[in-house]
């Protein structure tokens, strides 16, 4: 088998993805998940809770940068797709606390798996766009 230098296997894919993401019902249900957490909140949203339930002061200091509207409005969101609940208390002023939901708690384990991948690659992926922009230049 000859070798050839200077060049490296392309990654075999793994079989069901592809056609996952051309079938219009899986593909559409994967496109709606990264609607739903490929921002910049959600995770991190989702992350903060899986340590329990917070109110929404308590929410926002931990996610340092976050403004009021965007954490509402992110709040909102996951609530109407089933992976936040919000729970009002009958109290003066009223307290809102939010946790996850069952389903939501299932998004944890691949969120750590993919914030773990995130922060191994980080020096490889600083030096990767270093070197691009330096090409670039």
């Known amino acids: 088998m000859a070798e050839t230098r200077g060049t490296t296997a392309a990654p075999v894919a793994q079989p069901g993805f592809a056609a996952m993401c051309l079938q219009t019902k899986d593909g559409r249900a994967f ?32 996610i340092p940068g976050v403004s009021q509207r965007m954490l509402t409005l992110k709040l909102r969101s996951l609530e109407r797709d089933g992976l936040v609940s919000r729970t009002v208390h009958a109290e003066v002023p009223p307290r809102v ?13 691949p969120a750590v798996a993919l914030a773990t991948w995130a922060i191994t690659h980080q020096p490889e992926t600083a030096a990767a766009r270093q070197a691009f922009d330096e090409q670039q230049e």
């Open 97 to 109: 606390e939010y946790d996850l939901t069952a389903m939501g708690r299932t998004l944890i384990e």
């Open 31 to 62: 496109r709606d998940l990264l609607d739903l957490v490929g921002d910049k909140w959600s995770l991190l949203i989702i992350g903060t809770l899986s340590s329990g339930r917070l109110r929404f002061s308590e929410l926002q200091r931990c």
